[in-house]
């Protein structure tokens, strides 16, 4: 009996492990989109190409060996390999050879390649940041629509149930004489207002979690559990005091940024290819080596034995050569010509991203301070919206004003709510840009 006990209890652990799991929050979400995400994944792949590449011009420097081993059988006429005659007698031949390159100088090319690599998996890594960063902060702006929206939703939900007590209140009042028929009518016609209200805010809230899941990658038929969020905080002034106010600078960008230090190290790239394609005008030395040797035998005739010809047939070669390039087709100054244009386009492209940065660290920055200075504004104008709507219904309930009033003063309160919790979100958001662009991480 205790056993099936002892089982279910444990279900019931393990069941609420997996729902707080689930739970995630504006952090949990942005690295589940940077893990599951398709191009960065292929971007990850694309890096580790680059570390390939790097270990093969590192190789480069290494001497390239390679052996060979041949057999010819040789019938009807054919020449003798140790008379160099003629004859008509079969031949079987087996030969052996070892030999080794090294290049010893190629116009620094192999230098300029094992650079060019690293470069490129440096400006690969910053890349990849980059793009993790990008979407890191898209899923964090979908992630504050879909705070957004709750809040719409719940104050939709909230209206609705004063809605509903007014409604309640005014039959009454309607029974004893108070109020007439016309203002029930208008009260039910402000609670189906308030249903719609709700029901379009609901579905704003599902497009804005299917957006949330897409850039996720989350599987859509699963349910997604949003944590409750620290972005925002229903009380206020005070806690916005709490945050910090960014200081606008006009200093430049260093390469903290990951997009200014993947087109830094495109411009290491495309010098280090220009400095490639100049060292083809230069000559190249190589040296080589080797070792050979060989057995011979007639068929059907006795012949030295396999040991001895090996040793006695042993030869051994070096050799250096000096390659001196005079003309192929204006190839190289093309070549040259094209990858100082690729120098001076990767040069405009870093001025280009720099500018940009800058902008946008400073637009950022702006709509941080503004959206404070709104943020401090709409909980004043909050404020006395609520108060002015509870005035409202007073006299509503005295009958000093009148269902449309009500009406009046209820929908600028709640227009005034979303409008302070847009506020607070873009906030947040713009926040989050601002310390992004000074240099702090997003994960």
Excluded: W
């Amino acid at each position: 009996m205790k056993r099936p006990i002892i089982l279910f209890l444990m279900l019931l652990a393990f069941t609420g492990i997996d729902a707080q799991e689930a739970t995630l929050t504006a952090t949990d979400c942005m690295r589940y989109a940077v893990e599951h995400n398709h191009d960065i994944r292929i971007e990850q792949l694309t890096q580790d190409t680059r570390r390939a590449e790097r270990t093969s011009a590192a190789g480069a420097f290494l001497p390239q060996v390679s052996a060979s081993i041949g057999a010819q059988y040789n019938f009807g006429r054919a020449i003798d390999p140790e008379t160099n005659t003629y004859t008509n007698v079969s031949t079987f031949y087996n030969g052996y050879s070892v030999q080794a390159s090294l290049p010893v100088f190629d116009g620094f090319q192999r230098i300029n390649q094992l650079r060019a690599a690293k470069a490129s998996l440096l400006m690969g890594r910053n890349k990849l940041r980059a793009q993790q960063d990008e979407l890191a902060l898209q899923v964090f702006e979908a992630f504050c629509n879909v705070l957004y929206y709750e809040g719409t939703v719940r104050m939709a939900e909230e209206k609705r149930e004063q809605s509903l007590l007014t409604l309640r209140q005014t039959q009454v009042m309607a029974e004893v004489g108070q109020k007439s028929e016309a203002d029930v009518a208008q009260m039910e016609a402000q609670l189906a207002a308030d249903d719609y209200e709700i029901t379009r805010q609901q579905n704003e809230l599902s497009t804005a979690i299917l957006s949330l899941k897409q850039l996720m990658n989350f599987p859509e038929t699963d349910t997604l559990l949003l944590a409750p969020s620290n972005l925002i905080t229903p009380t206020a002034p005070q806690t916005l005091q709490t945050l910090q106010t960014p200081q606008t600078s006009s200093e430049p960008l260093t390469l903290e940024n990951p997009a200014i230090a993947a087109a830094a190290q495109n411009v290491v790239v495309a010098r280090r290819n220009l400095n490639i394609a100049r060292g083809e005008l230069s000559p190249s030395i190589s040296i080589s080596g080797g070792m050979s040797t060989s057995f011979n035998k007639m068929l059907h005739n006795e012949s030295v034995g396999f040991r001895d010809q090996l040793s006695n047939n042993k030869g051994e070669y070096v050799y250096a050569s000096v390659s001196i390039p005079i003309f192929n087709r204006l190839q190289t100054l093309t070549d040259i010509r094209r990858q100082r244009n690729n120098l001076r386009i990767a040069e405009e492209e870093l001025a280009q991203k720099r500018d940009e940065l800058v902008k946008l660290q400073l637009q950022a920055e702006n709509d941080c301070e503004g959206f404070r200075k709104q943020t401090l504004q709409m909980q004043h104008k909050v404020e006395a919206d609520s108060i002015a709507a509870r005035l409202t219904t007073r006299k509503y309930e005295e009958g000093l004003a009148s269902a449309i009033d009500v009406q009046t003063s209820t929908a600028t309160l709640l227009e005034s709510r979303s409008r302070l919790l847009q506020c607070q979100l873009m906030l947040a958001l713009k926040q989050k840009l601002a310390n992004y662009y000074k240099g702090l991480p997003l994960l």
